[in-house]
């Protein structure tokens, strides 16, 4: 974590400017003479950049590889995620098609019923119209 977080900083712009006025800082004081530690061509601080190269690479590198190791458990994530919603949504297709297939059973039960209270009811219509034809049209009883 922490060498997460130091790789992150060097590409800061507070770390380039903190890092550029340094620089301007140490060559100025080595060329005006303020100082002597670091004649030019300046070796102490090539030897500072080098020492800061040798550990910077290898930090960045180590937070790429975490990164990367995030990224792949995210995608790992993602896609079982996309699994299990493809598995429900299969499911709610195939209940879906069950509800379909029963409420037609019930449809066709519905009609075939429908058709025999027709029936009935048509037949019940021609018998009381022939008991009605033989109470109407039979004669009364003579006395």
């Given at each position: 974590?922490?060498?997460?977080?130091?790789?992150?900083f060097?590409?800061?712009?507070?770390?380039?400017?903190?890092?550029?006025?340094?620089?301007?800082?140490?060559?100025?004081?080595?060329?005006?003479?303020v100082?002597?530690?670091?004649?030019?061509?300046?070796?102490l601080?090539?030897?500072?950049?080098?020492?800061?190269?040798?550990?910077?690479?290898?930090?960045?590198?180590?937070?790429?590889?975490?990164?990367?190791?995030?990224?792949?458990?995210?995608?790992?994530?993602?896609?079982?995620?996309?699994?299990?919603?493809?598995?429900?949504?299969?499911?709610?297709?195939?209940?879906?098609?069950?509800?379909?297939?029963?409420?037609?059973?019930?449809?066709?039960?519905?009609?075939?019923?429908?058709?025999?209270?027709?029936?009935?009811?048509?037949?019940?219509?021609?018998?009381?119209?022939?008991?009605?034809?033989?109470?109407?049209?039979?004669?009364?009883?003579?006395?």
């Amino acid at each position: 974590m922490k060498a997460e977080a130091f790789a992150r900083f060097f590409g800061t712009p507070t770390f380039l400017g903190a890092q550029t006025l340094i620089v301007v800082v140490w060559i100025a004081l080595n060329l005006a003479g303020v100082t002597q530690f670091d004649v030019y061509p300046f070796i102490l601080l090539n030897l500072a950049f080098s020492l800061q190269a040798a550990y910077a690479a290898p930090l960045i590198l180590l937070a790429q590889t975490r990164q990367a190791a995030r990224d792949k458990a995210q995608a790992d994530a993602d896609a079982q995620h996309r699994e299990a919603l493809a598995v429900a949504n299969s499911e709610r297709q195939a209940q879906a098609a069950q509800t379909t297939t029963q409420l037609m059973a019930l449809l066709e039960q519905n009609t075939r019923l429908t058709e025999m209270t027709k029936e009935l009811t048509e037949r019940i219509e021609t018998l009381t119209s022939e008991m009605h034809e033989h109470f109407v049209r039979k004669d009364p009883p003579q006395a």
